[in-house]
Nanobody
Framework: QLQLVESGGGLVQPGGSLRLSCTAS????????IGWFRQAPGKEREKVSC????????NYANSMKGRFAISRDNAQNTVYLQMNSLKPEDTAVYYC??????????????WGQGTQVTVSS
C-alpha cells in the first residue's frame, strides 16, 4: 500500500521549534522529490519547502528561509522538516507529497493526512 504519513506536529510557543517527519511506505522514497506544504483555515495551500531526489537541490518559500530546514534520510525512508523560530503565522496543517521533481508543480501527489502545527503563547 502506497502511503505517506506526517508526524511531529504539536503546540509550541512563539520562538520554539518542531521537527516534522514524512515517512513513506509502499514505495522507495528516494526515487522522488518530496515537498512540504501547509494550509491554514480559510487560506490556500502554500508550498513550504522541497528537496530533490538526490538531496542536492533544496528550496524554501521566502518567509521560511533561515528558519526551516529540509533533509532526507533514505535509510529510514523519511524526509524531515526542522522548524525553528516559529511564529503564530506558521500555524497550519502541514502536508508532504511526492513529485518527479521540485519544479514540476503538477506532479505532486500521494498526499499524507497532515500534522497540525499550532504556534501560540
Amino acid at each position: 500500500q502506497l502511503q505517506l504519513v506526517e508526524s511531529g506536529g504539536g503546540l509550541v510557543q512563539p520562538g520554539g521549534s518542531l521537527r516534522l517527519s514524512c515517512t513513506a511506505s509502499g514505495f522507495t522514497l528516494d526515487n522522488y522529490a518530496i515537498g512540504w506544504f501547509r494550509q491554514a483555515p480559510g487560506k490556500e495551500r502554500e508550498k513550504v519547502s522541497c528537496i530533490s531526489r538526490s538531496g542536492t537541490s533544496i528550496n524554501y518559500a521566502n518567509s521560511m528561509k533561515g528558519r526551516f530546514a529540509i533533509s532526507r534520510d533514505n535509510a529510514q525512508n523519511t524526509v524531515y522538516l526542522q522548524m525553528n523560530s516559529l511564529k503564530p503565522e506558521d500555524t497550519a496543517v502541514y502536508y508532504c507529497a511526492r513529485a518527479t521533481a521540485c519544479w514540476s508543480t503538477s506532479s505532486f501527489g500521494s498526499w499524507g493526512q497532515g500534522t497540525q502545527v499550532t504556534v501560540s503563547s
